[in-house]
């Protein structure tokens, strides 16, 4: 069963399909080993479903179980990853295998449409050193006597 930020689901089908979670910020979405146009456009509707109630910035596609990919499957991919551009987050692509990559050259695919890095953790580790990966701060709370806003950790310095 995915883990999702408020309690929150993606569509049915997509769950069949990958495991969504909310981690530094970022929407994680785990790609299942074998993919097919059938199994992108479930996950799709679940992950832009899930992404515009998520207070998360970044969306991560890990491919790291991903065993074989074709043009048609990495360009659905790659239009996934445009659609959640479109709605404001920044998608990209982490755990190619080596196999994987090789034959996404020997195809020549286009692979300028979606950031790729090597793990999660770097790309979460980008999203933060760039702010992306963690949702905005709340608005420090007023003090309705004096009108003055209050930050919470005045008193925690010496």
């Known amino acids: 069963m995915p ?6 689901r993606p569509s049915a089908g997509a769950v069949a399909e990958s495991v969504t979670s909310l981690l530094g910020g970022c929407l994680v979405v785990t790609l299942p080993a074998e993919l097919n146009c059938t199994i992108l456009q479930r996950i799709r509707a679940g992950v832009l479903e899930t992404a515009s109630r998520t207070p998360a910035r970044g969306v991560v596609f890990d491919a790291s179980a991903v065993c074989a990919v074709d043009s048609r499957t990495f360009g659905h991919l790659a239009e996934t990853a445009e659609m959640v551009d479109l709605l404001g987050f920044e998608a990209v692509l982490v755990g190619l295998q080596p196999g994987v990559v090789s034959t996404i050259v020997d195809l ?26 963690q949702p905005p701060a709340p608005e420090p709370a007023e003090d309705s006597a004096s009108g003055e806003t209050t930050d919470s950790t005045e008193g925690d310095a010496p």
């Open 108 to 133: 020549d695919i286009d692979t300028q449409r979606i950031r790729v890095f090597r793990g999660i953790d770097d790309a979460i580790g980008d999203f933060s050193r760039r702010g992306l990966g």
């Open 3 to 8: 883990s999702q930020s408020r309690g929150k």
